[in-house]
């Protein structure tokens, strides 16, 4: 089967068939096809599309490039949860102990921030000693003894996706659904999970600008998910201003964990209410949204939420101090308010503008081989329809020196708008998708 071959027929617009995708796949993983051919596959599938059975099989091909993980030893609904990426999204680091702590197993890998959006893996690592390499071995062990493990993505899982990503990332292939759908769920699926709860964000802050191409990347998702045995449903979630009052990732830990102590700010918490609601359900351990999010409030209430995560941290060799006295988190050198030049109600956040600030400052990376500096970023961020006096803080700056303060300061004015009319706060959860 000579590439060539199967990428004109996909330039005519035919189906490829299954062995002509895993062809692909394999040509990607064990550099049979050079560059250009994968490339030019990819301009082919970003033009002609896949139809559900194409990106079925495209996922199952990517998924099974490396190493499948088994936890079918791991007793009970293994359950993980993937958000497409937004700015200030830190919710697996409160969700994730929220839901083990109700009884059900979630092994999570996850990624690095890359461009706007953060990464869960580069908030966890904020915390001192906080390892995410585990080998697939201890990721394992981790999960049937303390029923959760967050790390990040090792070479032996879906290896076919770094390659086909980085070729992504520098053809204009990015954003292209069945494109997409195999490069999250190939990734999600060789975890051994059993089920999937996605979070797809749509709006300035998030990779899906409008609400209906959230849903064509949600209902193509859940499909494909589907497809390979999974229970998967998504959540359109909206982005236009940060999630939460942080973005940053020190202080966004600091935030997961006033969260688990009951004190987390309200959008927050609506979205991570939500999500593990539909884990509990998808787990087996609740009937209703009702019963699961009563049974999260109690482990956020009793503590037991806090404890998990103490113990995940433990388990992979962070300080467990910084969970309890956050201030051991690393900290920035200058702490300044972003003052609202007027009295009035804070009308829009642009979650866009606050990611460049935080960017500016050193929080993430514009490249894969940034280094980023965890302590910095913004806090204290007012959100859409909170009321403010003239020369209140709209935000708190975390900095490491003097420049980059003055810069973003200047960026992040710019992301605050106050007018003098009331406005009613924007609703966050969109819609579910089953
Ligand atoms: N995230 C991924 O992992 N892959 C994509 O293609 C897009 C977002």
């Known amino acids: 089967m000579f590439p ?28 049979s096809w050079a560059d250009y051919q994968l490339s030019a596959l990819l301009m082919a599938i970003f033009l002609r599309g896949m139809t559900p059975e194409e990106t079925a099989h495209y996922t199952d091909a990517m998924m099974r490039s490396g190493i499948v993980a088994d936890l079918s030893s791991v ?45 869960t893996l580069d908030k966890l690592e904020s915390i001192p000693g906080f390892r995410t390499d585990l080998s697939l071995d201890a990721y394992r062990a981790q999960v049937a003894r303390i029923g959760c493990a967050l790390i990040g993505q090792t070479k032996d899982l879906a290896p076919s996706d770094k390659k086909l990503y980085a070729l992504r990332d520098v053809t204009a292939t990015v954003e292209c659904i069945p494109l997409i759908c195999g490069s999250i769920l190939s990734k999600k699926l060789a975890e051994g999970i059993d089920a999937l709860v996605l979070d797809v964000k749509f709006g300035r802050g998030a990779f899906m600008k409008t609400k209906a191409e959230a849903r064509k990347l949600a209902e193509a998702l859940v499909a494909v998910g589907k497809a390979g045995g999974k229970q998967v ?7 236009d201003q940060p999630l939460g009052r942080t973005v940053g990732n020190a202080l ?42 009563t049974k999260l409030h109690r482990v956020v209430a009793d503590g037991s939420a806090l404890d998990k995560l103490r113990e995940i941290v ?83 700056i975390h900095a490491s020196d003097e420049k ?31």
């Open 314 to 396: 433990a388990a992979q060799g962070g300080d467990v101090r910084a969970i309890d006295n956050p201030s051991r988190l690393p900290q920035a050198k200058f702490q300044t308010p972003l003052p609202s030049p007027r009295a009035g109600f804070v009308r829009d956040v642009d979650a866009m503008g606050v990611a460049l600030g935080a960017l500016r400052l050193g929080a993430g990376r514009a490249r894969a081989d940034d280094k980023i500096d965890p302590a910095v970023g913004v806090s204290g961020i007012t959100k859409i329809g909170e009321r403010v006096a003239a020369g209140a803080p709209l935000c708190v």
């Open 75 to 119: 007793p009970g609904i293994k359950v993980d949860k993937h958000s497409t990426g937004g700015v200030g999204d830190k919710v697996s680091i409160l969700l994730a102990p929220m839901v083990v702590a109700c009884g059900v197993p979630v092994p999570m890998i996850s990624g690095r921030g890359l461009g706007h959006s953060g990464g």
């Open 233 to 239: 449903r998504a959540l359109l979630t909206a982005m």
């Open 4 to 31: 060539q071959h199967i990428i004109a027929r996909k330039r005519d617009g035919h189906a490829l068939t299954r062995d002509e995708i895993q062809a692909f796949v394999r040509g990607a993983t064990d550099g």
């Open 252 to 293: 966004e830990v600091a935030e997961s964990i006033a969260c688990l102590r009951g004190d987390g700010p309200a959008d927050l918490m609506e979205v991570t209410y939500a999500l593990g609601a539909h884990m509990l359900i998808l787990g087996g351990v609740a009937k209703t949204e009702a019963e699961a999010k």
């Open 404 to 434: 980059s303060l003055a810069e973003a300061k200047a960026m992040l004015a710019g992301a605050f708008l106050v007018g003098e009319s009331p406005v009613v706060a924007p609703s966050l959860i969109a819609e579910t998708i089953a």
